[in-house]
């Protein structure tokens, strides 16, 4: 069974009671089922009776031997998924005999938690919801294996797909709204769309369970089915149906759910009081929410975390007497000093009003040896703002292995509140670090004492903080050093780190040295599963460096692990059509263009095999048909911002249909305002139709953005200022043009034939022989 595999059939399980696909699981399939499940008979033994199949007098019912065939087909597909851990086809096998049992016995859940996960395991998540879908159509026991999927969703792609499964199940028309197999599903959706912040939606959902739970009419429910509704502990449910009706602006429900919450919970009544401080701030009766936040904060409690602290700062504000709240704080804590939410929340007061000592002595005592991750942020500012490197180089490294690796939106959302808050304020506070110049001096100058020490005096957490942070404030020289120190301390190094330093090697046109780094991925025994992804940015570097048959081997190296990755076929493509081998790179764009045109997994790479293409023909002096394929993505694509900044340029270049390109570069920049190529094609257009001004200024603007030191811009600038009369200045940018162009591995000699010849004749003559091959031209830089 493949990895992940196991784990997501047990979620689909937790969600669903087991149930048999028709009859005995373990009953023999019959010689016509044998057959067609393809399984060998048994080999016959000396003095056997021969075999023969079973013939009854009177044939079952259809339905029945549909069962039957359908337990066989069910029965392969488990031998198939128990052969599949290392091999995707058997894993392909097993889904297709577990359809087959589908398709025969379509009310056989055992199948559908069966095929289902091994369809998600198989990247057909689609396919795997339909199914899902399917299932519930057909019986109450199909809704817990769409809540199954739908947790699944949460865990490992996105709520929205959670969301959208759970909304087209209450969608269909028979749902149970009012049994207990719908009303889990209202409840998932509310939880999802809570995580999602959807607020007013996610109280829908809930307000449909929680108007259930407080029906006492016939069809009320049993109290087994109220119990799992609720859970282990129910008064956390109504606590976050509470605090999900305040939020969605329902303060009567919340109320209702609170009192709930209040009477099952064995906890302290001021709970329930903190839930009324919530409703009262919601409904301006400021004072009264003050009385009952006082009653929270008697009884000493730390339940609610930073939240009570926050709400008690928030009223005070809305009641303009914030300059109650630091004394109220130093009183609280004084008389509670074991409560850390507390301890902390006052120290980033101290630090918001400049009081750093305070703030330092504050985190300090209250972390003591502890790695607690809401006081190590806390003294992030603190170090960074006292200027001391050694401590907060210590923090960092404490932090590091505590916070997620993953904090896209989408992981973030899966984060309790707290949780995602302290997240954002290390990032925050990263930031700020590397954007402050003197602490990273100073954190920089500790990193090195402290590796110099004997021994030194740097884990492999705090080495890679130093290099990630290296690389935020752009300090080449330190990265240099931290990076490889951290790869040197580890067993296994991570793949995450090699591409990290590889990749600003390689954006910094260091290339030899990306091309070492990933050379050493490549070739490192750890690195092995992840070869083919060494490899492909290996290609980059080498082919930037004019090493062209170094990166096709590397690039056809790891085809050959992984022929069926378009990406790896798009960077043969785009190697080729970079080294303007032409015949070489045209019928490997025109494949990927003819087989995956249309598909939506592969629409990127298409695009930009579309856009390479293009490039492709007008470099080769076949100016229409590049311009005919740009016509075609804005026939698909219309507001395609790169077609229509690609075909404006090429019509402001062959100078025509220049009002028509002016309107589509406006479109382009509309999407993407500091884009150099665009705002090249604007200053373009602009001097075609002879305003220079204007030309002026979006070239200036252009060669100022990060990407826009290239030699046909500084060559446009160049042409623009000359035009304005202003010699010196046109000369000193086709100078910088010329030296951008001879800087590149495979200098195009056309281009600077036609800058040099712009240049007074001395200026040319100084200029340095172009690198590499002199009878070789040049394309852009890709696409």
């Known amino acids: 069974m493949p990895r992940g595999l196991s784990w997501l059939i047990g979620v689909l399980l937790v969600c669903s009671a087991v149930r048999p696909v028709g009859a005995d699981e373990d009953a023999a399939p019959t010689l016509d089922e044998t057959e067609r499940s393809g399984r060998a008979l048994p080999a016959a033994q000396f003095a056997d009776e021969p075999v023969v199949p079973f013939d009854p007098l009177v044939p079952p019912p259809a339905d029945v031997e549909a069962q039957r065939a359908a337990r066989a087909w069910f029965m392969a597909g488990k031998v198939h998924e128990s052969r599949s851990e290392f091999n995707n086809d058997e894993l392909l096998l097993a889904a297709d005999a577990f359809r087959h049992a589908v398709e025969l016995d379509p009310r056989a859940m055992r199948a559908y938690e069966a095929l289902i996960p091994v369809l998600y395991a198989s990247r057909q998540k689609e396919e795997a919801r339909s199914y899902a879908l399917r299932a519930a159509t057909y019986d109450q026991h199909g809704l817990r294996i769409v809540r199954g999927l739908a947790a699944v969703f949460a865990s490992g792609d996105s709520l929205q797909d959670s969301i959208a499964l759970l909304r087209d199940a209450i969608a269909q028309p028979d749902f149970p709204a009012d049994q207990l197999a719908g009303l889990l599903v209202h409840r998932d959706l509310g939880v999802f769309l809570h995580r999602a912040d959807q607020p007013v939606e996610a109280a829908k959902s809930y307000q449909t369970v929680f108007e259930a739970l407080q029906s006492d009419d016939e069809v009320a429910l049993s109290e087994a089915e109220r119990k799992e509704l609720l859970g282990s502990k129910p008064w956390e449910t109504y606590d976050e149906f509470g605090k999900t009706f305040l939020d969605a602006k329902l303060p009567d429900l919340a109320v209702k759910a609170f009192d709930e919450a209040a009477k099952l919970s064995s906890g302290s009544p001021a709970v329930h009081s903190f839930n009324l401080a919530l409703v009262f701030r919601d409904t301006d009766r400021n004072e009264e929410a003050l009385a009952e936040l006082d009653k929270y904060f008697a009884a000493q409690l730390q339940t609610k975390g930073r939240a009570a602290y926050q709400l008690l700062k928030d009223l005070l504000a809305d009641l303009d007497r914030s300059d109650e709240l630091m004394p109220k704080l130093e009183s609280l804590h004084s008389e509670d000093q074991r409560n850390s939410f507390l301890a902390y929340f006052l120290a980033d007061e101290y630090i918001a009003r400049g009081n750093v000592d305070q703030a330092q002595k504050l985190f300090e005592k209250t972390l003591g040896a502890s790695n607690d991750p809401r006081g190590l942020v806390g003294l992030m500012p603190v170090y960074r703002q006292q200027r001391r490197g050694r401590e907060l180089i210590k923090v960092l490294g404490k932090i590091f292995p505590q916070i997620p690796e993953d904090r896209s939106p989408e992981?973030?959302?899966?984060?309790?509140?707290?949780?995602?808050?302290?997240?954002?304020?290390?990032?925050?506070?990263?930031?700020?670090l590397s954007e402050d110049s003197d602490a990273i001096e100073v954190l920089m100058e500790a990193g090195h004492e402290l590796k110099g020490e004997d021994p030194p005096d740097l884990n492999i957490a705090e080495a890679y903080m130093l290099g990630k942070l290296a690389i935020a404030a752009d300090r080449i020289d330190d990265v240099r050093i931290f990076y490889p120190l951290t790869i040197s301390m580890l067993n296994r190094p991570t793949f995450a780190i090699y591409r990290e330093y590889g990749s600003y090697l390689s954006e910094k046109k260091e290339y030899a040295e990306a091309v070492d780094v990933f050379q050493e991925a490549a070739e490192h025994p750890a690195m092995e599963p992840v070869s083919q992804v060494s490899l492909y940015l290996l290609s980059y570097p080498l082919e930037h460096l004019g090493k062209t048959d170094e990166a096709l081997a590397a690039i056809t190296e790891a085809r050959g692990s992984q022929p069926e990755i378009l990406l790896l076929h798009f960077q043969q493509a785009w190697i080729n059509y970079h080294a303007e081998r032409w015949d070489a790179a045209e019928p490997l764009l025109r494949e990927i263009i003819d087989e995956h045109k249309g598909n939506p997994e592969n629409e990127d790479i298409v695009r930009n095999s579309q856009f390479s293409l293009s490039n492709l023909y007008v470099q080769r002096g076949e100016v229409e048909r590049g311009e005919k394929v740009l016509e075609d993505v804005l026939k698909e694509a219309p507001e395609n911002s790169q077609a229509n900044n690609d075909l404006g340029y090429l019509w402001a270049d062959k100078n025509k249909n220049l009002d028509q390109a002016r309107t589509m570069i406006e479109k382009a920049l509309k999407e993407e305002p500091e884009n150099p190529a665009y705002l090249d094609s604007m200053g373009w257009v602009l001097f075609r139709l002879g305003d220079f001004e204007g030309a002026r200024e979006y070239l200036n603007?252009?060669?100022?953005?990060?990407?826009?030191?290239?030699?046909?811009?500084?060559?446009?600038?160049?042409?623009?200022?000359?035009?304005?009369?202003?010699?010196?200045?046109?000369?000193?940018?086709?100078?910088?043009?010329?030296?951008?162009?001879?800087?590149k591995a495979r200098p195009d000699d056309e281009l600077l034939k036609r800058v040099e010849a712009k240049l007074p004749e001395a200026s040319a003559d100084e200029q340095p022989p172009a690198a590499g091959d002199p009878s070789s031209t040049t394309s852009p830089e890709g696409s």
């Open 701 to 743: 603007k252009a060669v100022a953005q990060p990407g826009g030191d290239d030699s046909t811009i500084y060559d446009h600038l160049g042409d623009v200022l000359d035009k304005l009369d202003l010699k010196d200045e046109a000369n000193a940018a086709w100078q910088k043009a010329v030296e951008l162009e001879r800087a």
């Open 411 to 432: 992981q973030l959302q899966k984060l309790p509140p707290e949780a995602r808050e302290l997240v954002d304020r290390y990032e925050q506070e990263l930031a700020a």
